[in-house]
RNA sequence: GGCCCGUUCGUCUAUCGGUUAGGACACCUGGUUUUCAACCAGGUAAGAGGGGUUCGACUCCCCUACGGGCUGCCA
C-alpha cells in the first residue's frame, strides 16, 4: 500500500442514482464515514451516473435525503460522475500514449462469435483476445469505431491486499483486456472509478465484496497510470432474514424505508455499525463512540442478515438514551415523514412532560405514539371495550369520591400516591382495584403508562375533566 | 461452466493453537409490579461434513457440501 500512515484519510461513498438509497449501500457510507470521521479524514460523495438511461435526478436527491436522515455529512461538493467524463476519456488517451492501452476495432459481433467459438471448443473460460492488441497502426481501419482497451498483463497474477478479505490473488489469464472508452467515445465504469478515486484522493477504498474481483483489473488501471494504489475493503453485502441476498421481498431494503417505520437514527446507525463489525463486545455505543472504536479489521467477511428484533432492541437503548429535546424533533420529523398529523401545540407541551417517562420503554416512534395516545386524545376520551368494562358501577362510584380530592391536591407524585392509598383503603380495595377504573377513564384504554405519569403529564384540569366525563 | 469470497448458539458476533467456546438479540423460567411494557436474576442453545499438520485444533492446510459474488461497449 502506497499511503502512509501520516496521509490523511480520504474515503468516499459513490452510489448509482438508480434509485433509492439501499440499506446496503447505507451501511457501505456509514462504514466510510466513520473511518474517515474516527481518523479526522474526508468522506466524499461521488454519483456514478454515467449510465444515462437508468439515473435520475430524483434518485440523487432520494440518496442525499437517506445519508442526511442517517446523519452521515459530506465533504466537499458532490461529485457528478458523468461530469469528469472529459478527464476519463484524457486518461484513457493517456494510456494510448504510454501504451499501456490500444485501440480495438472488433466489433460486438466478432467478440460473441469469438466467444462462441471457446465454447464450443469446451474452453473453461473465454476470455476476448483482441486481435488488435498487438496490431501494427498501419494496419487499422480508416475511420472505423473503435474501443481502447487496456492492456492487461496475460500472465502473471494480481494480488489484492484487502484489509477485510485478505490477500486475494487473481490469476491474470482470467482477466480480459477490459474497454475503458466506449466507441461512442465514453468511459466504462472500471476506468471512471479509478481516475475519479484517484483525483478525488482517495486513500482507502471501503466498498461491497461485490466489487473484489473488479479490484484486480482497477488495480491494473493504477498501475497503467503509474498512480498509488488505495488501500482496499471489501466488505460483504447484507442478506434477509432468510440468509438470501436483500431484495425487495424482503419488504423494507431502502433507508427511507426505515425512517417511516419509525426507528431512530442513532439506533439504526448503531445497528447497521454492529452489523458485521464488532469490537469485543460492545453493543450500545455512541456515534462518538463507534467513531473512535471502528476499525478495518474489526469487519467480518461472512455476509450478516438483517435481523429486526435487534434492530429494534438496539433502537430502543437509543430512544431511552436521547436527549428530550433531540427527540421530540425527531419524533415530529418522523411524524411529517409518516404522514402523520402534527403535535398540535397542547400535545406538544404534554408530551414533552411525558416524554423523560415514556421513551425508557419504547424502541420505536410508533410505540413512543402508542404509549403517548393518553395525550394524543381530546376530551371526551370514549372508551374502549374493555375500558368501558372497568367503568363498571362500583367502580364509578369510587372514582366519585375520588374526583373532589383531586381538585385539591397538590400536584406531585407524592401527594396523589397519598391519595389514590387512602381512596383505595377507604373503599377495602386492593390498589389495582383503584387503578383500572382511573386508567380507563383518563385514557379510554386498559393499557397504558402508570396512572401517575398520565396525570402528572396531562395535569389537573384535563385529569379531573377526563374523569368528569367518564362519571358523567 | 470458469474464477473469487465465505461457513462459531435461531440471529449478530468474541476467540487470533491450549477457554467449562464469552457477550448481545430472540426464546424459556423466576422476581418486581396499578395494566402493557421496561427493568432485575437465572436457563436452553454453536465451531457444516470429511481428511490431514500438531503433544494439542473453532483457530493452519486439503477435499466435499452449502451460500454469495464476478464472468457486459451496466454500475
Redesign the pocket.
Known amino acids: 500500500m502506497s499511503s502512509t500512515p501520516s496521509t490523511p484519510v480520504v474515503t468516499r461513498f459513490a452510489p448509482?442514482p438508480t434509485g433509492y438509497l439501499h440499506i446496503g449501500g447505507g451501511r457501505t457510507a456509514l462504514f466510510n464515514w466513520l473511518y474517515a470521521r474516527g481518523r479526522g479524514g474526508k468522506f466524499l460523495l461521488r454519483i456514478?451516473d454515467?449510465?444515462r438511461e437508468r439515473s435520475t435526478p430524483e434518485a440523487t436527491a432520494a440518496i442525499l435525503r437517506g445519508l442526511t436522515w442517517l446523519g452521515l455529512d459530506w465533504d466537499d461538493e458532490v461529485v457528478s460522475?458523468f461530469e469528469r467524463r472529459d478527464r476519463h476519456a484524457a486518461v484513457a488517451h493517456e494510456m494510448l500514449v504510454r501504451g499501456t492501452a490500444y485501440k480495438c476495432f472488433s466489433?460486438?459481433e466478432e467478440?460473441a462469435a469469438y466467444r462462441a467459438a471457446r465454447e464450443a471448443e469446451g474452453a473453461?473460460?473465454?476470455?476476448f483476445l483482441s486481435p488488435w492488441r498487438d496490431a501494427d497502426p498501419a494496419s487499422y481501419p480508416d475511420g472505423a469505431?473503435y474501443?481502447i482497451r487496456m492492456m492487461a498483463p496475460r500472465t502473471g497474477e494480481t494480488l489484492i491486499d484487502d484489509q477485510v478479505?485478505?490477500r486475494?490473488?487473481?490469476?491474470n489469464e482470467?482477466l480480459d483486456d477490459m474497454?475503458v472508452l466506449?466507441?461512442?467515445g465514453t468511459p466504462?465504469?472500471m476506468l471512471a472509478v479509478v481516475v475519479d478515486d484517484h483525483d478525488m484522493g482517495v486513500t482507502h477504498v471501503i466498498r461491497g465484496?461485490?466489487?473484489?474481483?473488479?479490484a484486480a483489473r482497477q488495480q491494473m488501471v493504477y498501475d497503467a497510470m503509474g498512480w498509488d494504489v488505495p488501500v482496499w475493503a471489501h466488505i460483504p453485502?447484507i442478506h434477509g432474514p432468510d440468509?438470501?441476498?436483500l431484495s425487495k421481498r424482503h419488504g423494507a431494503t431502502g433507508v427511507e424505508d426505515y425512517q417511516t417505520m419509525g426507528y431512530p437514527a442513532a439506533g439504526m446507525r448503531n445497528y447497521l455499525t454492529?452489523?458485521?463489525w464488532?469490537h469485543?463486545?460492545a453493543?450500545i455505543f455512541t456515534t462518538a463512540e463507534a467513531m473512535q472504536m471502528f476499525d478495518l479489521s474489526?469487519i467480518?467477511?461472512?455476509?450478516?442478515?438483517l435481523?429486526f428484533?435487534?434492530l429494534e432492541?438496539t433502537c430502543?437503548h437509543h430512544m431511552a438514551l436521547a436527549d428530550d429535546a433531540a427527540l421530540l424533533h425527531e419524533l415530529e420529523a418522523f411524524l411529517t415523514a409518516a404522514q402523520l398529523p402534527p403535535l398540535t401545540d397542547g400535545q406538544k407541551v404534554w408530551m414533552e412532560r411525558a416524554l423523560p417517562v415514556l421513551k425508557?420503554?419504547a424502541k420505536t416512534f410508533p410505540e413512543l405514539i402508542e404509549k403517548a395516545s393518553f395525550l394524543m386524545i381530546f376530551r371526551p376520551v370514549l372508551p374502549d371495550l374493555k375500558a368501558a368494562e372497568a367503568l363498571d358501577a362500583v367502580s364509578r362510584g369510587i372514582l366519585r369520591s375520588l374526583t373532589p380530592r383531586l381538585q385539591n391536591a397538590s400536584w406531585t407524585k407524592e401527594a396523589l400516591e397519598l391519595i389514590l392509598n387512602e381512596v383505595a383503603a377507604e373503599n377495602g380495595i386492593g390498589?389495582?382495584k383503584l387503578?383500572?377504573p382511573l386508567?380507563a377513564a383518563i385514557a379510554g384504554r386498559?393499557?397504558?403508562?402508570?396512572?401517575?405519569d398520565m396525570m402528572l403529564v396531562l395535569g389537573r384540569e384535563e385529569t379531573v375533566g377526563r374523569l368528569g366525563d367518564a362519571l358523567s
Not at 486475494?168 to 490469476?171: E, S
Not at 467480518?300 to 442478515?305: H, L, N, Q, S
Open positions: 448509482s456514478e454515467t449510465d460522475q466489433t460486438q467478440i473453461s473460460y473465454a476470455v469505431p474501443v478479505q485478505g486475494v490473488v487473481i490469476r482470467t474497454i466506449r466507441s461512442d466504462t465504469y465484496d461485490d466489487h473484489l474481483n473488479n453485502l440468509g438470501k441476498k454492529r452489523l458485521g464488532a469485543g463486545d453493543e474489526g467480518g467477511r461472512a455476509p450478516a442478515r435481523d428484533k435487534k432492541n430502543g425508557k420503554s390498589f389495582g387503578a383500572a386508567r386498559t393499557v397504558t403508562p402508570s396512572v401517575y
